[in-house]
């Protein structure tokens, strides 16, 4: 990354940082609307809906018809736990990313099929899921073992701290 040759004063620099131009790998710079994913593969942000609560895990992306390409979910449990998906009531195709505690995408389900009500297992240690829109993984490259920044890992031993 190429750096200007100018020199920031410190109240400068701090507002800069504090309306989140930030890089977002210098930590401090974590967004509650905005989660980052990295990787061999490169860097992608998304903006944001957080469902951390029972009612809105359970509602999520139902009944839209649409979700910019650059939007989400992501659905927050209170601990690491068993957690599979289906897609009663969803309109259109998600790429569902099951993570662990520390914010490393342990398994995705690519594409899953509108209205399907067949269970997508994310395994038994899931802590966080981010629905974006489907075949959005494979296009930026997101695989198993990308690192996601965001502050609802803060609690833990995050690969990837704000």
Known sequence: ?????????????????ALGFGDPGLGGTCQPDRVTLRGDWGQASF???IADDEAERSKGLMFREHLAQGAGMLFVYPKPQPAAFWMKNTLIPLDILFLDERGVVTRIHAQAVPGDLTPLSGGDTVFAVLE???????RYGISTGSEMQHKVFSKTAPIWPC
Do not use: D, Q, W
């Open 1 to 17: 990354m190429a750096r200007l040759g100018i020199s920031l004063g410190a109240p400068f620099l701090s507002l800069f940082l």
């Open 47 to 49: 903006l944001v809906e």
């Open 132 to 138: 974006i829109n489907g075949g959005l993984a494979a």
